[in-house]
């Protein structure tokens, strides 16, 4: 794999998005969560912060699925999550 697979894109504003993409290193496959900004002096995205997981560590993405399928449904339900108040 010589590129970035773009998996999914979240664009937050003009100025700002966050990308889920596949890469590759040193022949090792990453997941990557990651945001991207551009501003007046910049024409293509820049990469920002994030979050990489090694491409087979099934359980950081059941782990980071199940926070955010929790979070998830606290919005749709409105209950509040453990530990969290009004």
Do not use: C
Not at 2 to 27: G, M
Not at 41 to 67: R, V
């Amino acid at each position: 794999m010589a590129k970035e697979i773009v998996v999914a894109t979240y664009q937050k504003s003009e100025t700002e998005q966050v990308r889920v993409f596949i890469s590759e290193f040193k022949n090792n496959k990453y997941t990557h969560i990651r945001s991207f900004w551009k501003d007046d002096n910049h024409d293509e995205w820049q990469f920002g912060k994030g979050l990489t997981i090694p491409f087979d560590a099934i359980e950081a993405y059941d782990a980071l699925i199940e926070g955010l399928q929790k979070i998830k449904a606290s919005l749709e339900t409105g209950e509040l999550l453990p530990g969290e108040e009004e």
